[in-house]
């Protein structure tokens, strides 16, 4: 809008041709996201980081002669249902609008029988005083106690004298000690005791199930089976040389490739049948015999493991003799537990005094911090409500991992057939819909399927191998008809390739229509013959026929792959657009020099398409990590006594179920017994998984943004 | 270049307009007229031979009939307005039509005596004997070392020995040694466009081609670049038989032992560049090579 062009010409451009209503309209849309967007973000990471702030114990004192000690949280103003009289003896009783305020305090004191939080109207309060020996206690079970620390007691005596802050604190840090031996025992030598007593019994069962299905079955010599097994070898190479020597000059290639494919099915339909390590099963007096070596191995353990109870028994009893006496502002005690109301509590239920009324700045600053150690590398407690959250990061992060090792490979690979080898036609542009589709089935549905397939079929036949397994005979005519229908398939899809630069005669399209079919009737009868082989008997047969499912229950593999399932779709569409956005040039430049498909694929195409591919991976972790419906069908619990990942064998234990933040934030929020003690961790374990998510980005983003350094076309 | 047309314009002016595009005509018409060539190709051995060579995309045929040899140790610049078919026939010599859907041919070339389209010839052996250069410099995002051996890594070529002398050995070939020598390591992204085509120059020859074919190698380059690149065809010419696309004349005028012009898809004219550019037989020839006509 030059003054001088509007004032030559004696026109003016009308604004709604520079657009500028438009122009403001899109900058109002995108202040409106970025203020929620910033509301969002700075609601969680207020309400997140003040949880652990230490809050002033005040003493309240109501005219009804009634006194106690709170935390207070919030103050507003309320309509109350019956008018009140008066203003109150507080100046700050009402607001500047003459309404009445109350106060919500958080009294804990659970186990005296009494709501952990209280409203207050501040009207009916004589006097608020903030004493300095006022504590908050945070203690092992039933959750805050606020009151007041009277004196320590040995063997139920008084101990005499000053009682001051660090009296107090050296009592709790030997208690530490000795719970921190306790622990090292349970988790120990006790843990590893029970796992060789739960590895003698299975062994045993193994063995029992083994003597029960093989009765009355002989095996062959261990010569003759070697035998065999190395004739069927050498046969299966024969053939696979001939053939290779068959096949001419222009399909050598392909033949071979057959060749191989055919040994190594051949090697494992061999190694799951002939095998020639198979053990006879036990006949019913060494079973016997067996079994009493067991017995006798697992009594000196089960005495051993006596022994060490009693050792952590001793340890309590020393513990018991360390009591404080606490009293609430009515002056009642703090009780032991629910079973002995008259003994004061063990120093030892005590995990943290806050002293916020005395102290300065740096103490609380000390105990803020603290407590976030404690929340991002302790485990939880008291129903989850309390403690840490170390297991649910844990088991978050290793989800989201196993997700991206299980779905960047099949993603990536599916796009890159999709994209670079599938003949573009009605049955591509099917699969593609389909795959864009499945983005918007809703996730809970993958919940359902993942339980169904992935635990309940999947993780039944990884345990006990196939419910209904067939006749030998009958079997091996299912492996030859899937031989045949491969070996068909094969060869139908080489036949259908035309010489480049020729037409597809007719013949040619019949064969390439129909070799869809045979590889689909080549697949099912594999399939069936997996499920229905007499060979395999399932790796965990001794713990299911307890009733304790080791795969064929809810775990963080199943999990993991139903979220992969679920973000397949992303990483095949940025794949595939990646995959696309590959210059044509380098493609030709590559063929030009003489590569393959194969080889211009993997050193020109996939690396170009890099980036591209770990944006799809980014937005998929990012989905996954924050994914909840699904997981609660598959895996993840309230509580998971342990990690899936640990320093004994076999380190990755895929089957255990696992916590997951999202998960964690609705039972906090909505599952727990005291949902408003837990408001505020709903808050900072929102923070951190928002912080994780974040993290995923921020380092997915670095690395994309260096690989698209690297590839940066100057120049021409 | 105006002292060629100061030559030639006289004749054409003297012949008779209705006349002078007889062929012109004829090919609009669809007709596929015998190709005038001369005598002087005739007598050198071809090393690639185009025997009545025939294209199709889908219904639409770009080549006719299309009969040439590449003398050997020469270079054959192909030249002819837009949409002639040059740089298809350019790629069709190494197969690259194959990879478009829909191409279909008839007729066959042989390379030294082999044949490139017939049954049971292996593509991707073929390509690696030939060398090829694009209109637009294609180094792959790798290392310039990277991008130079890539002909001899896929086909398996470990060594590093090997590699390090090829690589010296095409680079110096194509006259960018001296510049990238101490930056082997380095992105190819990063040179300059002259460079880059000179990298990819150095990239077809380093498994030393039977044939270089270079489809408009100055197109994309400013003309210091082109200078650059012409005097680096004019080397590698005393070395390989080079097959060049070009629809700047003065550069096949410059370069080339042998030009072939082309129009709709139909050869033209065939013979020595000078005989093309100051005598050609046919006044169709001489209006495109004047600038008259295209």
């Known amino acids: 809008m030059s003054g001088r062009a509007a004032q030559s010409s004696g026109r003016r451009t009308p604004l709604s041709a520079h657009g500028a209503p438009g122009v403001w309209l899109l900058a109002l849309a995108l202040a409106i996201a970025l203020l929620m967007i910033v509301l969002l973000v700075g609601a969680i990471g207020l309400r997140g980081l003040s949880t652990f702030w230490p809050r002033p114990v005040e003493l309240v004192t109501l005219k009804s002669g009634e006194r106690l000690y709170g935390l207070p949280q919030r103050t507003e103003a309320f309509t109350p249902p019956v008018p009140i009289e008066g203003v109150g003896d507080l100046a700050s009783a009402i607001d500047a609008e003459g309404r009445p305020l109350r106060r919500l305090y958080r009294v804990g004191n659970r186990d005296l029988g009494q709501e952990a939080f209280r409203w207050i109207p501040l009207v009916e309060a004589a006097s608020i005083e903030r004493p300095s020996d006022a504590v908050a206690i945070e203690r092992r079970e039933w959750g805050l106690f606020v009151g007041r620390i009277e004196a320590l007691t040995e063997d139920g005596e008084r101990i005499e004298g000053e009682l001051g802050s660090d009296e107090v604190d050296e009592a709790i840090r030997r208690a530490d000690e000795r719970l921190g031996e306790i622990e090292a025992l349970q988790g120990g030598e006790l843990a590893s005791l029970d796992r060789e007593l739960e590895s003698l019994r299975l062994g045993l069962r193994a063995q029992e199930i083994r003597s029960e299905r093989l009765e009355g079955v002989e095996l062959a010599r261990p010569l003759v089976r070697w035998g065999r097994w190395c004739g069927l070898l050498a046969g299966v190479v024969l053939v696979g040389c001939f053939a290779a020597r068959a096949g001419g000059v222009g399909r050598g290639r392909a033949i071979r490739a057959m060749g191989l494919w055919c040994l190594a099915g051949l090697l494992l339909v061999g190694v799951l049948t002939e095998h020639p390590w198979a053990r006879n099963a036990l006949d019913a007096p060494a079973l016997a015999a067996r079994q009493a070596v067991v017995g006798e191995r697992r009594a000196a353990l089960e005495a051993e493991y006596e022994g060490l109870l009693a050792r952590i028994d001793r340890i309590r009893a020393e513990d018991a003799r360390f009591g404080v006496i606490v009293r609430d502002a009515e002056g009642r005690l703090a009780p032991r537990s629910a079973a002995s109301p008259d003994e004061p509590m063990l120093v030892s239920q005590i995990v943290r005094v806050v002293r916020s009324n005395e102290g300065g700045l740096d103490d609380r600053a000390r105990v803020y911090l603290a407590r976030w150690a404690e929340f991002l590398a302790d485990e939880p407690r008291a129903s989850n409500t309390e403690g840490g959250i170390w297991p649910v990061i844990f088991g978050t992060v290793v989800l989201t991992l196993l997700l991206a090792v299980a779905v960047a490979p099949l993603g990536v690979v599916a796009a890159v057939y999709l994209r670079e080898y599938a003949r573009q036609g009605v049955l591509t542009s099917l699969v593609r819909i389909s795959v864009n589709n499945l983005a918007g089935v809703p996730s809970i549905v993958y919940g359902v399927f993942g339980l169904g397939f992935f635990c309940y079929t999947l993780g039944r036949y990884v345990d006990t191998g196939p419910s209904a397994p067939m006749q030998a005979l009958p079997w091996w005519f299912l492996i030859g008809g899937a031989a045949v229908a491969v070996f068909g398939a094969l060869a139908l899809s080489v036949a259908a390739r035309p010489a480049p630069g020729r037409d597809r005669s007719a013949g040619m399209r019949l064969a390439g229509g129909v070799v869809g079919l045979v590889w689909l009737a080549a697949v099912g009868l594999l399939l069936a013959a997996a499920a229905t082989t007499p060979y395999f008997h399932g790796f965990f047969k001794a713990r299911a026929s307890e009733g304790t499912p080791t795969f064929g229950t809810r775990g963080i593999l199943w999990a993991s792959l139903t979220l992969a399932l679920l973000t397949l779709p992303v990483v095949i569409v940025a794949t595939e657009e990646a995959i696309s956005a590959v210059p044509r040039s380098m493609r030709e430049g590559s063929f030009g020099c003489g590569a393959s498909r194969w080889q211009t694929i993997w050193r020109i195409v996939l690396p170009g398409a890099g980036p591209g591919i770990l944006t799809g991976m980014i937005l998929a972790m990012a989905r996954g990590a924050g994914e909840v419906a699904p997981l609660m069908l598959v895996g993840a619990v309230k509580l998971a006594p342990e990690l899936p990942l640990s320093g004994e064998f076999p380190f990755v234990h895929a089957d255990r179920s696992f916590m997951h933040l999202g998960f964690h934030i609705y039972d906090l929020g909505f599952q727990s017994p005291d949902a408003q003690a837990a408001e505020g961790l709903v808050w900072s374990a929102t923070l951190v998984l928002v912080m994780i998510v974040f993290a995923l980005n921020l380092s997915a983003f670095v690395l994309r943004g260096r690989l698209r350094a690297k590839l940066r076309t100057s120049a021409v | ?294």
């Not at chain 2, 069709?92 to 194959?98: E, F, I, M, P």
């Not at chain 2, 012409?230 to 070009?246: G, H, K, M, P």
Request: hydrophobic content about 40%; overall charge negative; some cysteine.
């Open chain 2, 1 to 294: 270049m105006s002292q060629v047309s100061a030559v030639t314009s006289n004749r054409a002016a003297a012949s008779d307009p209705a006349e002078r595009y007889r062929l012109i005509e004829e090919i609009r018409r669809g007709g596929v007229p015998t190709a005038e060539i001369h005598d002087e190709v005739r007598r050198h051995e071809p090393v690639l031979e185009v025997q009545a060579f025939r294209l199709w995309y889908g219904g639409a045929q770009a080549l006719f009939d299309v009969s040439m040899g590449a003398p050997r140790g020469k270079v054959t610049a192909i030249i002819g307005p837009s949409g002639c078919g040059k740089s298809t026939l350019l790629r069709s010599v190494n197969r690259l039509n194959d990879l478009i859907d829909g191409v279909r041919v008839e007729g066959d070339m042989t390379l030294n005596g082999a044949s490139i389209y017939g049954p049971g010839v292996d593509v991707i052996d073929l390509r690696k004997r030939l060398g090829m250069v694009f209109q637009k410099p294609n180094p792959f995002p790798m290392s310039i070392f990277e991008n130079v051996v890539y002909p001899l890594r896929i086909d398996g070529e470990r060594r590093r020995s090997v590699l390090q002398e090829a690589c010296e050995r095409a680079l110096t070939g194509a006259a960018i040694w001296n510049e990238v020598k101490d930056r082997l390591k380095e992105s190819a992204l990063g040179l300059s466009g002259g460079q880059q085509q000179r990298l990819c120059i150095a990239r077809a020859i380093v498994a030393d081609p039977e044939v270089l074919l270079l489809d408009e190698p100055c197109s994309a380059l400013d003309p210091i670049a082109t200078l650059r690149v012409e005097e680096l065809i004019a080397e590698i010419s005393q070395r390989y038989t080079v097959l060049i696309v070009t629809h700047n004349m003065q550069q096949a005028a410059r370069v080339s032992d042998f030009t072939a012009f082309m129009y709709l898809g139909r050869l033209v004219e065939f013979g020595p560049t000078s005989a093309i550019f100051q005598n050609p037989r046919l006044a169709e020839t001489e209006e495109y090579v004047t600038g008259r006509f295209g």
